[in-house]
């Protein structure tokens, strides 16, 4: 099994609420959520714009980032 490390460093920049997100995404990735959730998802109507798993998917890490409202991801 891979172990994920961490290195510190006393030069690094400051950690921002984004700084983890990379960590979900791989883990994400690595569970397979996609698989797990993705048909339970509805199907796009039109051939243009985000999907349903994408939206969810933003959704997520907005959750994570720490978002309060729809609002929030308009910056």
Known sequence: ???L???YTSFAK???SFSGLNLFDD???K??????LGHELPLKKRNR???SWNKFYVGIFGFIAGT???DDFDW
Not at 31 to 36: G, V
């Open 49 to 51: 714009g985000f999907s």
């Open 1 to 3: 099994m891979n172990k």
């Open 31 to 36: 569970f397979e959520i996609k698989n797990l």
């Open 5 to 7: 490390s961490i290195n």
């Open 27 to 29: 883990l994400i990735h």
């Open 14 to 16: 400051s950690l921002s």
């Open 68 to 70: 309060d409202c729809l």
